[in-house]
């Protein structure tokens, strides 16, 4: 089993900027690549950003620019800086892990194995 733990959710004024954070242990976090996922009531889950054990990064569009997902491998460590913050950005962003993914399947929220808890993220006007 691998158990992943979100921080550093909140509120934040719109063109403000938050960092995620998302601890991982148990066994295989070698293995896994990371992703960052958000969703709000009434909308399916939706890819934000995703970082493979080497260190190449995915995007969503409306992410790349603003969003940059990295991860510190020595520490079990999964980061999400999140810049210039728009309303519609109001949601539960959740990390997840998975094993033996695809880059082509990366933004594909069934493709992953481990899911934390969620952090709220509310972006105010």
């Known amino acids: 089993q691998v158990q992943l733990v979100e921080s550093g959710g909140g509120l934040v004024q719109a063109g403000g900027s938050l960092r995620l954070s998302c601890t991982t242990s148990g066994r295989s976090e070698s293995a896994l690549t990371m992703g960052w996922f958000r969703q709000t009531p009434g909308k399916q889950r939706e890819f934000v950003a995703g970082?493979?054990?080497?260190?190449?990064?995915y995007y969503a569009s409306s992410a790349e620019g603003r969003f940059t997902i990295s991860r510190d491998n020595a520490k079990n460590m999964v980061y999400l800086q999140m810049n210039s913050l728009k309303p519609e950005e109001t949601a539960v962003y959740y990390c997840a892990a998975g094993q033996n993914l695809y880059s082509s399947k990366i933004d594909l929220d069934y493709e992953y194995d481990y899911w934390g808890q969620g952090a709220q993220v509310t972006v105010s006007s």
């Open positions: 970082i493979t054990w080497g260190g190449d990064q």
